[in-house]
């Protein structure tokens, strides 16, 4: 649905993009992770029509935007960072002039608008000045605006930006909703959300692609160590005698005292080593049961912060 060739912009002396080369499935929802500066927004201007490129292409269901901008145009949704709302208008007269600007036919309009307000949940504010509407409700009216026309790709720039936590909620079950029926690129900071909603994740450094895997690859290609947490009921002293014992294991650590002689323990291991039957069998020897035993990859945080600080590349 989405083909990223190769594209690179320069501004005067200063490369904003370098070699950018990845693709969106149709119905997937993908993460455009990076820091700031990185080239995200670059990356999306462009692929959305706002800027040109520099050189490269974006496609769009096989259209290059620069060849068919009109057409491509017409297939993407766009909410910038800051949505781009018109203050003094009321909510339905902004999307009748959003629809206008996306030459949406009045018949066909007519049969989106109130799908598109039920959608977001804007329907009982639709007769409301936009400036008199809070934070939240602003932030679905620029989502609205980006479905007018019915487009098939969304591209969703930190569309949870400034949103309380109830709200962050909302607008991430929306986005998954959406991800039904349309190919989107979501890019935000909070990396809890991308890892809630997105299928994959690309990571953008200093104008370059550094990774474009599944969140669970990028945890597996990047960790070092197998790392996991243990309840077992048994004497803290005695179990990690047994513990640093075995094997494989690197590190230790007690967490804490879970109820009466049972511990939790955060345990890393060599990556290549499997050490939970071993575990398991002198545990059962002495007699102390496991009660609980699960696995710790790193978070998308720990992805990130070890590809944008190493720039270590992974594909």
């Known amino acids: 649905m989405i083909e990223i060739q190769n594209l ?18 149709k119905g997937e929802i993908l993460g455009f992770l990076g820091p700031n500066g990185a080239g995200k927004t670059t990356t ?20 290059d935007i620069m060849e068919y901008p009109r057409e491509v145009k017409k297939r993407i949704g766009f909410l910038p960072e800051m949505p781009p709302l018109y203050m003094d208008m ?16 009045k018949k066909e309009w007519k049969g989106q608008k109130d799908d598109i307000m039920e959608l977001v949940k804007i329907t009982h504010v639709q007769h409301r000045l936009i400036r ?10 620029g989502l609205a605006q980006s479905l007018v026309g019915a487009p098939d790709v969304l591209v ?32 935000s900071h909070i990396l809890p959300e991308v890892s809630a909603v997105c299928e994959r994740v690309v990571i953008i450094n200093k104008g370059k692609i550094v990774a474009v895997d599944t969140p669970a690859e990028l945890s597996k290609n990047l960790d070092d160590y197998s790392k996991f947490t243990m309840t077992i009921a048994g004497p803290e002293k005695r179990v990690k005698d047994i513990l640093t014992q075995i094997y494989g294991v690197k590190y230790l650590e007690v967490q804490n005292n879970v109820k009466d002689d049972a511990y939790s323990y ?12 071993p575990i398991f069998h002198k545990l059962a020897e002495v007699g102390y049961p496991i009660l609980e035993l699960k696995s710790l990859g790193l978070s998308l945080e720990d992805v990130f912060l070890q590809l944008t600080t190493e720039e270590k590349e992974v594909n």
Do not use: W
């Open 156 to 187: 969703l720039d930190e569309p949870t930006v400034g949103l309380d936590p109830k709200q962050i909620l909302e607008i991430r079950k929306l986005i998954k909703a959406l991800g039904k029926n349309h190919t989107i690129i979501l890019s």
């Open 266 to 277: 955060i345990i890393e291991a060599d990556k290549d080593v499997d050490v939970r039957k």
């Open 8 to 25: 690179t912009k320069h501004y005067g002396e200063i490369k904003a993009i370098d070699d950018v080369s990845f693709s969106v499935n």
């Open 132 to 141: 008199n509407l809070s934070k939240g409700y602003k932030q679905r009216v």
């Open 44 to 63: 999306m201007n462009i692929l959305t029509g706002y800027i040109p490129s520099t050189s490269g292409t974006a496609k769009i269901d096989g259209l």
């Open 90 to 105: 009321t909510v339905t007269d902004y999307l009748d002039f959003c629809s206008s600007l996306k030459e949406v036919g």
